[in-house]
């Protein structure tokens, strides 16, 4: 059983930075698609930023240019570093991964989700 286990949330000004970890456990070799997804108050769930096993990435318009999501293999972690804070970029930011290829927002659906890290932007 795959858990995940997200850190680094936090309250940071406008224009600040925050790093996200994701620790995963219990994965077994293969292909995997992991990434972020994020939910604020009276807002669908979205996805932020997702990246394969081939380390290929794709990030909501939203985030381009701010967010940078990245894994570490040796350290079973993911990470997202985010930049530029905004006043709409306070969620719960939930990791995910998902047994898939190939890799896409809609991978998740009945993957693997942690239980998210908030973030707060004050301004």
């Known amino acids: 059983q795959v858990q995940l286990v997200e850190s680094g949330g936090g309250s940071v000004e406008t224009g600040g930075s925050l790093r996200l970890s994701c620790a995963a456990s219990g994965t077994t070799p293969g292909p995997y698609c992991m990434g972020w997804f994020r939910q604020s108050p009276g807002k669908e769930r979205e996805g932020v930023a997702i990246?394969?096993?081939?380390?290929?990435?794709n990030y909501d318009d939203s985030v381009k240019g701010r967010f940078t999501i990245s894994q570490d293999n040796t350290k079973n972690t993911l990470y997202l570093q985010m930049n530029s804070l905004k006043p709409e970029d306070p969620a719960i930011y939930y990791c995910v991964a998902a047994r898939s290829v190939p890799c896409g927002y809609g991978s998740f659906v009945g993957g693997y989700w942690g239980r998210g890290t908030q973030v707060t932007v004050s301004s």
């Open positions: 990246i394969d096993s081939d380390l290929r990435t």
